[in-house]
T-cell receptor, first 115, second 112 residues
Framework: SAVISQKPSRDICQRGTSLTIQCQVDSQVTMMFWYRQQPGQSLTLIATANQGSEATYESGFVIDKFPISRPNLTFSTLTVSNMSPEDSSIYLC????????????FGPGTRLTVL | GENVEQHPSTLSVQEGDSAVIKCTYSDSASNYFPWYKQELGKRPQLIIDIRSNVGEKKDQRIAVTLNKTAKHFSLHITETQPEDSAVYFCAASGAAGNKLTFGGGTRVLVKP
């Protein structure tokens, strides 16, 4: 399966600032997604990162707060903007590989703490 | 949209016993049902999945069953071992762009 990396692995940020999280895959993938996992909770889909076009956001998530880029088939970024302590969470990217219908594999996650 | 409910939220079993986790989903168009295992501080790992054209799938000590009519699916772990201790998540996906909707998770503790 694809090797997925995320940067940074963790960060501590001040409220009001922004953090950009990178997701890199070692092979071309059809779909990339961004999830949030709050402490002790399940995974919630933020958006689908579309290559070469605007991301598709889920209910409750907006582009101004979580801008996403996907310039090619192996890379995506998620920015958490104007952060507040409520944004403290683990952010995970996932990928669906070509030829493996529906199967999603997760990156290692980025643990974000907002003070 | 899809809604997935998972039970129980915690499960404690004796080593060697079986564990069963159940999930229900709401969208009859869903056709793909994966299970993920997440150990503390680690990423979710896909352990088994089932598609709507299959009623049961088995992989060594784990198996998944699907009842499309009742819209529920279950994970069965037999001969549990301490390394099976983790949080398990079920999920459902339909035709809408492979999006996964996750259940709330089950924390499994296998006592030696």
């Amino acid at each position: 399966s694809a090797v997925i990396s995320q940067k940074p692995s963790r960060d501590i940020c001040q409220r009001g600032t922004s953090l950009t999280i990178q997701c890199q895959v070692d092979s071309q993938v059809t779909m990339m997604f961004w999830y949030r996992q709050q402490p002790g909770q399940s995974l919630t889909l933020i958006a689908t990162a579309n290559q070469g076009s605007e991301a598709t956001y889920e209910s409750g998530f907006v582009i101004d707060k979580f801008p996403i880029s996907r310039p090619n088939l192996t890379f995506s970024t998620l920015t958490v903007s104007n952060m507040s302590p409520e944004d403290s969470s683990i952010y995970l990217c996932s990928v669906a590989t070509q030829g493996a219908q529906n199967e999603q594999f997760f990156g290692p996650g980025t643990r974000l703490t907002v003070l | 949209g899809e809604n997935v409910e998972q039970h129980p939220s915690t499960l404690s079993v004796q080593e060697g016993d079986s564990a069963v986790i159940k999930c229900t989903y709401s969208d009859s168009a869903s056709n793909y049902f994966p299970w993920y295992k997440q150990e503390l501080g680690k990423r979710p790992q896909l352990i088994i999945d089932i598609r709507s054209n299959v009623g049961e799938k088995k992989d060594q000590r784990i198996a998944v069953t699907l009842n499309k009519t009742a819209k529920h699916f279950s994970l069965h772990i037999t001969e549990t071992q301490p390394e099976d201790s983790a949080v398990y998540f079920c999920a459902a996906s339909g035709a809408a762009g492979n999006k996964l909707t996750f259940g709330g998770g089950t924390r499994v503790l296998v006592k030696p």
